[in-house]
């Protein structure tokens, strides 16, 4: 642990000639130059939906994001930003940077897609482009657009009036595997930034600070290796590894009756054998295990272990483990979310139109939403139309636990935020086809632009107001990690698991390619898929029900 507490006192040391490093502005100047930011940004609307609507199209997997990331170095590069690729050995993760000495401020949103949630945007009902596809069922086509946008406005500003400071974008990848951010932190691409702004899709605009009640994830597959035979002609000269998988599972569920409720884990069979009449040989599950704290992470992946141990122990087979990746619970920067609040305030929620507000609806009453989501805002009566609330943190013991992400990694190592903004809809299921519907639409379109300019305002607070970052670090050093002190939960022989995914795509990657966005013919996604927009189920005339046509 040492080793953090005196890094975090060199940086401390270093605060005074980073503050004097920065322009300062009269808070006139500040507000007149936010004011040009979001016209610049208004302006780019053209830009931003392109961006948004090519990578919607690209839909691809964790590990997977060839053309994704391809698409996005092109367009930073052409714009002035020196590009790493490849780094952590991860071959579609990348740094793009422009600027020059401090602050250093990282600028991230992943990129990654859900399995079998391909989707046409628009349609508010289930029709997938392609059947089993994947698709952007979580959103991530829409935050790196957010970015770019932002820091090309920002960067105008700072060549004009000469403000010192280097801007870092860099994906999430495979962040559904939670198998990335880890890595970039344990290889060093975070040690000398100062701040990180994260945008992540939402149904409003917003940000907190804290912790946010969610868990930390350790990811692990078991593999069991054990003897082929003849099923129905000689078992009893097999050792099945499918045993052990089931006895690990059956061993595992028994002990969730005696864990805190707190915990989150859940298991898919990666591998259950070849056919029937084989004994399996070979067989794989791959486990998430989620709880509020490092230390219950750590006892719950021993856990697994020693469940998996046993079972192999019962069925005569090996055992070994492979980390897919891991999370910490999350904990945001408190005064740079306050500053990220008064400019969210200052922006204000999309004005949306009475298609957006029909799609939204229809949508809703499609998937069953309930009446409230996440923080008690409506969820089924169409977008949000009043503007979310700064949030504070949730007790540890108020918590129930739930879904995990890796920013938060990135999060324990330097004072980071995350920016929500409204480009879907209140009240869907999450890593669904549903969640993709807004997703290459005006919502989305709408939603970008709102969270860029939050964003780009905030980027040039950073710049120029050398108080937030010495607060920040304040905050960071003095109340988040005083007693909390950061651990891996990778350790320096593992490495990233760059194969997953890989035949999935390659199975539909072809078929995909048909349907990427052309921007040259087509003004949107939605008129390259020939899609009215909304498209919603018709009713039958006369009863009020569902026809289950849409078109």
């Known amino acids: 642990m040492r080793k953090y507490r005196f890094k975090w006192l060199a ?13 300062k502005l009269t808070p006139a100047k500040v507000d007149a130059l936010k004011t040009e930011l979001a016209k610049d940004i208004d302006g780019q609307k053209k830009f931003t939906q392109e961006m948004v609507d090519m990578i919607f199209s690209f839909g691809e997997l ?42 250093v401020i990282a600028v991230g949103s992943d990129i990654d897609c859900i399995p079998k949630a391909s989707q046409k945007p628009g349609v508010a009902y289930h029709d997938p482009i392609i059947e089993g596809a994947p698709g952007h069922g979580e959103g991530h086509n829409s935050g790196q657009p957010l970015n770019v946008t932002a820091v090309l406005a920002l960067k105008k500003i700072m060549e004009r009036e000469k403000i010192p400071g280097t801007i870092m974008l860099w994906p999430g990848v495979a962040e559904e595997q939670l198998a990335t951010k880890a890595y970039f932190v344990r290889d060093g691409y975070f040690k000398d930034v100062d701040a990180c702004i994260f945008t992540h899709v939402s149904s409003n605009l917003g940000t907190s600070y804290g912790d946010g009640g969610g868990n930390g994830m350790i990811s692990v597959r078991f593999d069991f290796e054990g003897q082929a035979s003849h099923a129905g002609g000689a078992p009893w000269r097999g050792k099945s590894a499918l045993d052990a998988v089931e006895l690990m599972n059956i061993g595992w569920n028994y002990h969730r009756e005696h864990m805190e409720t ?22 794989s ?20 272990i020693r469940i998996a141990e046993a079972a192999a ?19 945001m920067n408190q005064p740079i979310a306050e500053a990220m609040y008064e400019n969210i305030k200052g922006v204000g929620l999309p004005q949306w139109s009475e298609e957006d507000q029909k799609l939204a609806r229809a949508l809703q009453k499609e998937v069953g939403s309930p009446a409230t989501g996440f923080g008690g805002e409506p969820a089924n009566d169409g977008l949000s139309t009043s503007l979310s609330q700064l949030r504070k943190p949730m007790a540890t013991a108020s918590s129930g636990g739930g879904g995990s992400d890796d920013i938060a990694d990135i999060s324990w190592n330097l004072p980071t935020i995350v920016l929500g903004y409204p480009a879907n809809i209140p009240g869907l299921p999450g890593h669904h086809w549903a969640n993709a519907i807004a997703m290459a639409t005006p919502i989305a379109h709408k939603g970008v632009t709102a969270g860029a300019k939050a964003e780009a305002m905030t980027l040039l607070d950073l710049f120029v107001k050398p108080e937030i970052l010495t607060n920040a670090w304040k905050y960071f050093n003095e109340v988040q990690t005083k007693d909390t002190k950061y651990t891996a939960l990778i350790s320096k022989t593992d490495k990233p ?10 199975q539909y990657r072809p078929e995909m390619k048909k349907f990427y966005y052309d921007p040259a013919k087509y003004p949107t996604y939605l008129e390259q898929l020939g899609i009215k927009y909304p ?5 039958v005339p006369g009863d009020g029900k569902s026809s289950g046509t849409g078109k």
């Open 497 to 506: 698991a760059v194969h997953l995914n890989q035949k999935i795509m390659e």
């Open 535 to 539: 498209t919603v189920r018709a009713l």
């Open 285 to 304: 599950v791959w486990y998430y295990f989620r709880e509020r704290s490092y230390p219950k992470i750590t006892q719950m992946h021993k856990d697994g």
């Open 262 to 283: 707190t915990q989150r884990s859940h298991y898919v069979i990666t591998d259950g054998g070849d056919q029937p009449n084989v004994v399996p040989s070979k067989a």
């Open 11 to 23: 940086v401390l040391a270093l605060l005074p000639g980073l503050a004097s490093a920065q322009v």
């Open 62 to 103: 964790g590990f997977q994001e060839v053309e994704t990331s391809k698409y996005l170095t092109d367009i930073l590069q052409k714009n002035g930003f020196t590009v790493e690729k490849g780094i952590s050995g991860i071959p579609t993760a990348w740094t793009a940077k422009w600027g020059s000495g401090k602050p």
């Open 313 to 331: 122990k019962m069925t005569e087979t090996k055992m070994s483990y492979e980390v897919l990746g891991s999370a910490w619970p999350g904990h």
